[in-house]
C-alpha cells in the first residue's frame, strides 16, 4: 500500500459519514462529475476523482482541498480502455472506498448511418462496460464492509427510443436497467443504489454532442438532490425542469414518447457528433469522457 493511500485513508477516518471516509467520482472534470464531487468534498468526503484529463482533475482537487480541508487523489484515466480501466480498480484496492458516483459518459447526435461506428461502440464501452466493470469491482468491496452506496447515471431518454440518438438513449436505458436490478440486489446487504436520470443540463453536452440546447439547467442541481436521494428512492429526476417534462409524459404510450423526443432531438441536432469535448478536440478521434447528459 502507498504512503498516498495510507495518508488518505488516515485522514478520511476521523469523519463519521454514512457511506464511509471516501467516494470515487467518475467524470470529474467537467460538469455533472465535477459538481458530485464538489458537493461531496461540501459534506466532508475525501475524494478519488478520475477522468483523461489530469490537468483539469488537479485543479479541481486543489480547489476542493482549499475550499473544504478533504484528501482528494488524483486517477487519470481512459474509461474507453478496458486495461485502463481494469488498472483503476486494482489502484483503488486499498482505498476505503464507500460510495461510487459513475459520473463519466457522452452522447451523439445526428443520423445514426452518418456517425462513425467505432465512435459508437466506444460510447458503449464508455457508457456502459466501464460502469458495469466499476460497479461490479466496487460492489463486491461494499458487500465485504456491509454498507455502500452507488450513483448511477440515468437520463430522461432512459425511457423510450429516440431518434437522431438512438444509440445514446440505449445506453441509457442500460443503466437505468442495471441501476434498478442492482437496487433491489444489494439492498439487503446495506448497499444503496440510485438512478439518477437528469432533464437537459448545461455540462457541455451541447458543444460535445454537435447540439443547440435550448433550456437547461445548470449541473449543481444533480448533485444534492441526488445525494439526498440516495437510500430513500430508486430513481430521481433532478431539477424542476427534469420533473415538469417527465410530468408531461405521464400517460403517454411509449410510442407517444418516442415520436415527441425524436423530433424534439432532430430539432437540436446540427448533423453528426462532433468528436470533441471541452477537454479538447482529439486528433486520434476519441470522444468525450465528460459527464454529460441532455435529455
Not at 61 to 72: D, I, N, P, T, Y
Not at 150 to 164: D, E, P, R, Y
Not at 216 to 241: E, H, K, M
Amino acid at each position: 500500500m502507498s504512503d498516498n493511500v495510507t495518508a488518505i485513508n488516515h485522514m478520511t477516518r476521523r469523519r463519521s459519514l454514512k457511506y464511509g471516509p471516501l467516494a470515487l467520482v467518475t467524470g470529474a472534470s467537467d460538469g455533472i462529475g465535477r459538481e458530485f464531487a464538489r458537493e461531496l468534498a461540501r459534506r466532508g468526503y475525501g475524494l478519488i476523482i478520475v477522468a483523461r484529463r489530469s490537468d483539469r482533475l488537479e485543479a479541481l482537487a486543489e480547489e476542493l482541498a482549499s475550499a473544504h480541508g478533504v484528501a482528494v487523489d488524483v486517477l487519470p484515466c481512459d474509461l474507453s480502455q478496458p486495461d485502463q480501466v481494469e488498472e483503476l480498480i486494482r489502484t483503488t484496492a486499498h482505498y476505503d472506498i464507500g460510495l461510487l458516483v459513475a459520473a463519466a459518459g457522452y452522447g451523439t447526435s445526428g443520423p445514426f448511418t452518418r456517425i462513425p461506428v467505432e465512435t459508437e461502440l466506444d460510447m458503449i464501452d464508455v457508457n456502459c462496460r466501464a460502469v458495469v466493470q466499476i460497479s461490479h469491482a466496487m460492489a463486491k468491496r461494499f458487500v465485504r464492509r456491509g454498507s455502500g452506496g452507488m450513483v448511477l447515471m440515468s437520463s430522461l431518454l432512459a425511457f423510450q427510443g429516440v431518434a437522431q440518438s438512438a444509440n445514446y438513449a440505449a445506453t441509457k436505458a442500460f443503466i437505468q436497467t442495471f441501476a434498478e436490478g442492482l437496487r433491489a440486489e444489494l439492498r439487503p446487504q446495506g448497499i444503496d443504489v440510485i438512478a439518477c436520470a437528469p432533464g437537459p443540463i448545461a455540462s457541455g453536452f451541447a458543444t460535445r454532442a454537435n447540439l443547440v440546447m435550448g433550456m437547461s439547467q445548470p449541473a449543481s442541481v444533480v448533485a444534492a438532490a441526488t445525494l439526498n436521494a440516495l437510500g430513500r428512492r430508486g430513481t430521481i429526476r433532478p431539477g424542476l425542469l427534469a420533473k415538469a417534462l417527465e410530468a408531461s409524459f405521464t400517460g403517454m404510450p411509449r410510442w407517444g414518447r418516442t415520436l415527441i423526443l425524436s423530433k424534439i432531438m432532430a430539432g437540436m441536432a446540427r448533423g453528426p457528433s462532433r468528436k470533441e469535448d471541452s477537454d479538447t478536440a482529439l486528433s486520434s478521434g476519441k470522444p468525450s469522457l465528460n459527464p454529460v447528459d441532455p435529455i
